[in-house]
C-alpha cells in the first residue's frame, strides 16, 4: 500500500509564496504521474497541476499557469508545487494525487490522493 502525505501549507498574504510537497511512502515501486488538486469550501475539487513520473512533462490549469510550478527531483521522490502571487481565490485544500499519466490526473483518473493541506491566502 502506498500512501501520500502533504506539507508545507499555511497561511500567506496575497502576493506572498508557498512551496508545498508531497511524499511517498509504503510501496513505492511504481512509478507515478502526479499531480495537484484544490478544493475550496463550497467548491468542486479542480486540477491544479499534473508533471509526469520522469518529471520531463508539465501541464497546468489556467487559473494557475505562470503562478505556481510543479517538479520532482527523481521518479520516486517528492513532488512539489511552487505557488508564487497568490491571491485570495487559491485558498483551498490542496491535494497531492498519483497516477498513471498526467492527462489521466486532470480528468481526476486518480490511483491515490494524499490527505490534503490547508492554504490560506489573506487579502
Known amino acids: 500500500q502506498v500512501q501520500f502525505v502533504e506539507s508545507g501549507g499555511g497561511l500567506v498574504q496575497a502576493g506572498g509564496s508557498l512551496r508545498l510537497s508531497c511524499a511517498a511512502s509504503?510501496?513505492?515501486?511504481?512509478?507515478?504521474?502526479m499531480g495537484w488538486f484544490r478544493q475550496a469550501p463550497g467548491k468542486e475539487r479542480e486540477f491544479v497541476a499534473a508533471i509526469t513520473w520522469s518529471g520531463g512533462s508539465t501541464y497546468y490549469a489556467d487559473s494557475v499557469k505562470g503562478r505556481f510550478t510543479i517538479s520532482r527531483d527523481n521518479a520516486r521522490g517528492p513532488v512539489y508545487l511552487q505557488m508564487n502571487s497568490l491571491k485570495p481565490e487559491d485558498t483551498a485544500v490542496y491535494y497531492c494525487?498519483?497516477?498513471?499519466?498526467?492527462?489521466?490526473?486532470?480528468?481526476?483518473?486518480?490511483?491515490?490522493w494524499g490527505q490534503g493541506t490547508q492554504v490560506t491566502v489573506s487579502s
Open positions: 509504503g510501496r513505492t515501486f511504481t512509478r507515478y504521474a
Open positions: 494525487a498519483a497516477g498513471s499519466r498526467p492527462e489521466s490526473i486532470a480528468t481526476m483518473k486518480v490511483d491515490y
